[in-house]
């Protein structure tokens, strides 16, 4: 079974860019869905973005024009550029397989802390 590993997260000031990466310990040619989620201090974790293997990108309302999901299939990785941090993007982040009926893997990380100046 794939596992996945994520870093890249760290302390930002707002406006700031990060770039999360997300390692796999196998090949996830043929995981059609991967998707990165957040969980805020005091709140649920929820799903930010999403792509298939033929690279079509889904994003939430709260990612749509500052988060940008990629993957590389040879290098076994699937990444999350973010930009224009905000205050309220302060969440561990992680990220995880979708099954074709939505949901996640049963399996968490621990994740990766981004963390920007409020």
């Known amino acids: 079974q794939v596992q996945l590993r994520e870093s890249g997260g760290g302390l930002v000031q707002p406006g700031g860019s990060l770039r999360l990466s997300c390692a796999a310990s196998?090949?996830?040619?043929?995981?059609?869905?991967l998707g990165w989620y957040r969980q805020p201090p005091g709140k649920e974790r929820e799903l930010l973005a999403r792509?298939?293997?033929?690279?079509?990108?889904t994003y939430t309302d709260s990612a749509k024009g500052r988060f940008t999901i990629s993957r590389d299939n040879a290098k076994n990785t699937v990444s999350l550029q973010m930009n224009n941090l905000k205050p309220e993007d302060t969440a561990v982040y992680y990220c995880?397989?979708?099954?074709?009926?939505?949901?996640?893997?049963?399996?968490w990380g621990q994740g990766t802390q981004v963390t920007v100046f409020s």
């Open positions: 995880n397989y979708i099954a074709p009926l939505g949901a996640p893997g049963g399996f």
């Open positions: 196998g090949s996830i040619f043929s995981i059609n869905t």
């Open positions: 792509i298939t293997n033929d690279g079509t990108t």
